[in-house]
């Protein structure tokens, strides 16, 4: 299912793995070895992911949220 959310807003780990159509445990598999995007850990033990902000007239992108990890 196709998530609308602003640039700039916090997801949470469902939503991005909804959006890059990747298991949950992939997800966490990537924050493991550091390749993951850069996560905020809520007071309740949860997280969230930051969107990148995305230049005025553009369509976000998977990339957006992948653009803190680094690459292979």
Known sequence: MAV???PGQ???VDEVCDELQIARSTFYDWRQ???????????NGSLRIRRRRE???TAPSAGALMAAAPLP
């Open 4 to 6: 609308a959310v602003r």
């Open 10 to 12: 916090k997801l949470t």
């Open 33 to 43: 070895k550091g390749r993951g995007p850069r996560c905020i850990r809520l007071p």
């Open 55 to 57: 230049p005025v007239g």
